[in-house]
């Protein structure tokens, strides 16, 4: 990628060690909206970046804040990466945890299950992460669910967003 977030057009071998993974490599943004049982409803702008290096992973950054410009909200880092026949989300949190999620890549939809989750001493309780990305047709739109289970309240619905190709 340029300093801009763009795929370097002259570079095309970064993007060969990823084979189904490449349709993702590039930044996406848009905005979403979440809520939770224990918490106001929100909404939010979102840059998700997958950027390649050459080897079989995309690194993966996602940064949101309040619409328009607004304060930070969340940010997490990580890697996007086949693993056999399947594809595995291995994420970051600043606040205390981290995933590995699995999925089977199937017409652009990578339906996430929880494999493990590791929490520091400190982390909020969150029980459960369950994530689904799906990209559009023509590879210009990329979707998202994310479900949580947080202290007491099991596996519950709490993100959507929709993010438009940058480049």
């Known amino acids: 990628m340029d300093q801009t977030g ?3 057009q002259t570079q095309p ?3 060969a060690p990823l084979g189904d993974l490449a349709v993702f490599a590039g930044r996406w943004v848009g905005g ?4 939770y049982p ?15 290096s050459g080897k079989p992973f995309l690194f993966y950054r996602s940064r949101t804040r309040k619409p328009g410009g607004g304060q930070p909200m969340h940010t997490e880092t990580g890697y996007l990466r086949p693993a056999g026949s399947s594809v ?9 945890f981290v995933e590995i999620q699995r999925a089977e890549s199937v017409g652009g939809v990578l339906d996430f299950t929880q494999h493990t989750l590791g929490l ?3 982390a909020k ?3 459960g992460i369950r994530r689904r990305w799906e990209l559009s047709a ?9 479900w949580m289970a947080f202290d007491d309240v099991p596996m519950t619905h709490h993100l959507r967003a929709e993010l438009r190709r940058a480049n």
């Open 32 to 35: 979403g909206a979440g809520h």
């Open 88 to 96: 595995e989300l291995l994420v970051t949190q600043p606040t205390g």
């Open 138 to 146: 023509d590879g210009r739109t990329l979707a998202y669910d994310m």
């Open 6 to 8: 763009r795929m370097d």
């Open 38 to 52: 224990t918490i106001d409803d929100f909404t939010y702008d979102e840059v998700i970046e997958f950027e390649p």
């Open 120 to 122: 520091s001493p400190d």
């Open 13 to 15: 071998d970064l993007l």
């Open 125 to 127: 309780p969150v029980h």
